[in-house]
């Protein structure tokens, strides 16, 4: 899929870069439960094979998801808890048009 860059009331979506991931890595940490990590080789392995797009607010990063396969698989989408239901989650659907979003428990 070839998505270009956009803007949204000020919010930059964007693809992710090898060099975004020190930055990923740290956000995924904060927010998912303590039980649950985003490892390096994960993240360098999806960057080439799928869809990971980012939003800034500015420099600071506030969501994240990943998107991509032979089905069009919604992998993972996470929106900082102080930039939700600004419909951040929402426009990322609507721009990665997943055939499948998987759940978790």
């Not at 956009?6 to 992710?16: M, P, Q, S, W």
């Not at 930055?23 to 993240?43: E, G, H, N, P, S």
């Not at 989408?77 to 978790?104: S, T």
């Amino acid at each position: 899929m070839s998505l270009e860059n956009f803007e949204v009331d000020a919010l930059i979506f964007r693809k992710a870069t090898q060099e975004d991931l020190p930055k990923i890595m740290a956000f995924v940490d904060i927010f998912l439960r303590k039980d649950w990590l985003v490892r390096r080789t994960y993240l360098m392995t999806n960057l080439q094979k799928y869809d990971i797009w980012l939003v800034f607010d500015a420099r600071k990063l506030i969501a994240w998801a990943i998107a991509g396969g032979k089905k069009r698989t919604l992998w993972n989408l996470l929106v900082h808890p102080k930039y939700r239901g600004l419909h951040i989650g929402e426009i990322l659907v609507k721009k990665l048009k997943p055939e499948i979003i998987k759940g978790g428990k």
